[in-house]
């Protein structure tokens, strides 16, 4: 990151001390690259988290199916993000996908657009699949989390007349907050991270609509033979990513103590 580098031949490496950073600085694609990794925790982990919760308490309740629906919904964690890419890039298309002429046969024709070639949906679009994607890791967290909690605590509740949500509110979440620190902590770092999917769906576009700090850094490294900038991009994406990390483990230590 300290190095003016092409990447093609090692004749024309040039040390130029931080100028990658200041130029990070005055990078308007870098601002709005991060801008977009905030959103993506903001909205996409915070959906994880609060998707991942809500159907883990709802599996937890011993409806009928809850075994075959926790498996369905851990599925897409294992698939490829290529495929998981590719398959929505078909289904969103204005011209071969599926969710468009749906749209249109359920009266809603105002809704349809280009949904990955819109710079006003792209990223929403991208966040919405990422989460599709990555809720059942949460949920399957939430529910080892859920099975480590003493019945007995929900018993004695039930008997001083506590009602579901006072056993929701005092039991369960004082208990899983652990769990959720190690869960918002893996859905934040897997966002910050996140390019397979980013790249298939959009490569950063429509005009940076959707760009990531990984996708760019990328660009700059392997597209415009730009390695030293795209090496400062990554050591900033390091950083950024072991600050969440210190106050994963700092929330951690708290609840222990």
Partial sequence: SLLEWSGITMKDITFVGFANYRAMAEDPV????????IIFIGAGATAMVVLGLFLAVLLEQGLRGSNFFRGVFFIPTIMSLVVVGIVFVLLLSPELGLVNPLLREAGLEQFT????????TALPTVIGVDVWKNFGLAMFLFVAGLKAIPQEFYEAASIDGASGWQRFWDITLPALRPVTAVV???????TLKLFDLVYVMTAGGPNHASQVLTTWMYAQGFMFNNMGYGSALAVVLLLITFVITIIQFKVVSKDDE
């Fill in 30 to 37: 870098f601002w709005q690259a991060l801008l977009h990794n």
């Fill in 113 to 120: 657009r280009a949904w990955l070639g819109d710079p006003k």
């Fill in 184 to 190: 918002v902590t893996l859905t934040s770092i897997n």
